[in-house]
């Protein structure tokens, strides 16, 4: 063999060798058990991760990526099936602005489907987990959970399983800095993103809520993300049967933690009738707010009626009422501690008639 024919076959074995380290289908795959979160890193800018997943046919799959440092940079998540991914050949991709991103194949087929994980901008440590619907973290009507956001830009998901015709109240309440800045989302049948939605919350702070006024039957999922800020919260999903009620008769206690804390109720009424909600908070020099509107959750800026009582004792009313569910919101503008909250003259003038003309 000639010189030329030798430096010939040693570019060859450096091409075939080269294919055979780079081709995407050498590359190793981590292989994910459904619901097991498993830890990873990307080193910087185009570090790619490569996972596999074995589902039955006919499941949601959902794979979620969770920063748990940097959660700012930008990272993408890739889905396929029965072969690897790129980022120009794929079945789905992530489609939040972050590091926390999620994917999903609504009705899978059975076999394996193939994730990839890759670093757009930065790195850091990740988690990673595919989910069917068995696993998925669910917020069941009426019991709330807690969780965490790390700090801007991290983000929780969570379904909701509803029968048609209800009202959906999705709830977070930040247990800590309540002025930190939280966004909530939702939609049906499929995650939402930060552009895609059914629903957000409107509320300037942590505190927020979504509703859906009348539900189609299935799955909605609710996304929280910290915009800025980090801590602990709790987040509940109600329907009228469980969503916290003040009655006619007799008032409720609570608690408002600090500013920027926010409390719902709703209350039942009848038609033409003068509906009064009473606030009285403490101690008196807080400033506490009480927003009430009909037939859907009030925010800071679109609501019925506001107190005007310029500490923590505050009255809204209606009249006439429209029959149907009022909700009412409490808030603090400034602050923290005890109230009590019920509906002044209902009682006397509703029921007690009411008694006396069954006798
Ligand atoms: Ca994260
Ligand atoms: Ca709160
Ligand atoms: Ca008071």
Same mark, same amino acid.
């Given at each position: 063999?000639?010189?030329?024919?030798? %430096?010939?076959?040693?570019?060859?074995?450096?091409?075939?060798?080269?294919?055979?380290?780079? *081709?995407?289908?050498?590359?190793?795959?981590?292989?994910?058990?459904?619901?097991?979160?498993?830890?990873? *890193?990307?080193?910087?800018?185009?570090?790619?991760?490569?996972?596999?997943?074995?589902?039955?046919?006919? @499941?949601?799959?959902?794979?979620?990526?969770?920063?748990?440092? %940097? #959660?700012? +940079?930008?990272?993408?998540?890739?889905?396929?099936?029965?072969?690897? /991914?790129?980022?120009?050949?794929?079945?789905?991709?992530?489609?939040?602005?972050?590091?926390?991103?999620?994917?999903?194949?609504? #009705?899978?087929?059975?076999?394996?489907?193939?994730?990839?994980?890759?670093?757009?901008?930065?790195?850091?440590? =990740?988690?990673?987990?595919? $989910?069917?619907?068995?696993?998925? /973290?669910?917020?069941?009507?009426?019991?709330?959970?807690?969780?965490?956001? @790390?700090?801007?830009?991290?983000?929780?998901?969570?379904?909701?399983?509803?029968?048609?015709?209800? +009202?959906?109240?999705?709830?977070?309440?930040?247990?800590?800095? #309540?002025?930190?800045?939280?966004?909530? &989302?939702?939609? &049906?049948?499929?995650?939402?993103?930060?552009?895609?939605?059914?629903? !957000?919350?409107?509320?300037?702070?942590?505190? @927020?809520?979504?509703?859906?006024? #009348?539900?189609?039957?299935?799955? &909605?999922?609710?996304?929280?993300?910290?915009?800025?800020?980090?801590?602990?919260?709790?987040?509940?999903? +109600?329907?009228?049967?469980?969503? /916290?009620?003040?009655?006619?008769?007799?008032? !409720?206690?609570?608690?408002?933690?600090?500013?920027?804390?926010?409390?719902?109720?709703?209350?039942?009424? /009848?038609?033409?009738?003068?509906?009064?909600?009473?606030?009285?908070?403490?101690?008196?020099? $807080?400033?506490?707010?009480?927003?009430?509107? =009909?037939?859907?959750?009030?925010?800071?800026?679109?609501?019925?009626?506001?107190?005007?009582?310029?500490?923590?004792?505050?009255?809204?009313?209606?009249?006439?009422? @429209?029959?149907?569910?009022?909700?009412?919101?409490?808030?603090? =503008?400034?602050?923290?501690?005890?109230?009590?909250?019920?509906?002044?003259? %209902?009682?006397?003038?509703?029921?007690?008639?009411?008694?006396?003309? +069954?006798?």
């Amino acid at each position: 063999m000639n010189s030329r024919a030798a %430096f010939v076959l040693v570019l060859v074995s450096v091409f075939v060798l080269l294919f055979l380290f780079c *081709s995407p289908s050498t590359l190793a795959q981590e292989s994910l058990t459904l619901g097991v979160p498993v830890t990873g *890193s990307l080193s910087g800018s185009g570090d790619e991760v490569m996972y596999s997943v074995d589902v039955d046919a006919g @499941q949601h799959l959902t794979v979620v990526l969770d920063a748990t440092e %940097f #959660n700012l +940079h930008k990272y993408e998540l890739y889905i396929r099936y029965g072969a690897l /991914p790129t980022t120009t050949t794929y079945d789905a991709r992530g489609g939040l602005p972050d590091a926390d991103q999620a994917v999903e194949v609504p #009705n899978t087929q059975a076999g394996t489907y193939y994730v990839l994980v890759r670093s757009y901008s930065g790195g850091g440590a =990740y988690s990673l987990v595919a $989910h069917t619907t068995g696993t998925l /973290p669910t917020l069941p009507v009426g019991t709330a959970r807690t969780g965490v956001l @790390q700090g801007a830009g991290d983000v929780k998901l969570y379904q909701v399983v509803v029968p048609a015709g209800e +009202h959906l109240a999705v709830v977070l309440d930040a247990t800590e800095f #309540n002025l930190h800045k939280y966004e909530l &989302y939702i939609r &049906y049948g499929a995650l939402p993103t930060t552009a895609t939605y059914d629903a !957000r919350g409107e509320l300037p702070d942590a505190d @927020q809520a979504v509703e859906v006024a #009348n539900t189609q039957a299935g799955t &909605y999922y609710a996304l929280v993300r910290s915009y800025s800020g980090g801590g602990d919260y709790t987040i509940v999903a +109600h329907t009228s049967s469980t969503f /916290p009620t003040l009655a006619l008769c007799g008032p !409720r206690t609570g608690v408002l933690q600090g500013t920027g804390d926010v409390k719902f109720y709703q209350v039942m009424v /009848p038609a033409d009738e003068h509906l009064t909600v009473a606030l009285d908070g403490s101690p008196d020099l $807080h400033i506490y707010e009480l927003y009430i509107r =009909y037939g859907a959750l009030p925010t800071t800026v679109v609501y019925g009626d506001k107190g005007d009582g310029t500490g923590a004792d505050q009255v809204v009313q209606v009249a006439p009422t @429209q029959a149907g569910t009022y909700y009412l919101m409490v808030r603090s =503008y400034s602050g923290g501690g005890d109230y009590v909250i019920g509906v002044r003259g %209902f009682c006397y003038r509703v029921l007690l008639p009411l008694v006396i003309s +069954h006798r």
